[in-house]
């Protein structure tokens, strides 16, 4: 299976799903009244993941593309529900980033929770890490980490260029 990648800024296309993909996928996320929880492979981040065509989606956009024939790649799909293994899609919303942080804020959530496709963080975040990590002290990365919500790796692998390569600061 391809792996994911924590930082991507840009969605992949979705793929046209042959019956059996989409028999599949919604056996993975069985309906009920209220949230359709995805009961197959996670994210690290939380959201429901699967794998089609050799190329690692998340669940939630892939219910969103099965009920709307379309997934736009540009734009976040949102849980109006904050159950990230929702895959109910009258709880998906599509919106921009900027919808995403303010939505987290009215929910008096931090602004973790950016979902540029299996994305974390977003440019905006990605920028005042960078710039951080410009005047480096002990315990900075950890430090990062904690404020942005992410894993250790993920501030170092921003820190050393090896993710968010195109964010220049
Ligand atoms: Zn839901």
């Known amino acids: 299976m391809a792996t994911i990648l924590e930082a991507v800024p840009k969605c992949l296309p979705m793929p046209e799903l042959i019956e059996r993909q989409s028999r599949n996928f919604r056996a993975r996320a069985p309906k009920s009244d209220g949230c359709w929880e995805w009961t197959g492979n996670l994210s690290t981040t939380g959201y429901g993941r699967v794998s089609l065509g050799g190329q690692v989606f998340l669940a939630h956009r892939v219910a969103y593309f099965l009920a709307n024939g379309e997934c736009p790649t540009d734009l ?18 599509s ?75």
């Open 95 to 169: 919106g921009s980033s900027a919808d995403n942080s303010q939505d987290m804020v009215d929910h008096g959530r931090s602004i973790r929770g950016e979902q540029n496709c299996i994305s974390v963080l977003t440019e905006e975040f990605v920028t005042a890490i960078k710039i951080a990590c410009k005047t480096p002290f002990p315990g900075q990365i950890k430090l990062l980490a904690k404020k942005y919500k992410v894993h250790v790796n993920t501030i170092q692998t921003i820190k050393a260029g090896r993710s968010w390569a195109h964010v220049r600061v």
């Open 76 to 93: 976040l799909i949102r849980h109006t529900c904050h159950n990230r293994r929702c895959c109910n899609p009258s709880h998906l919303i």
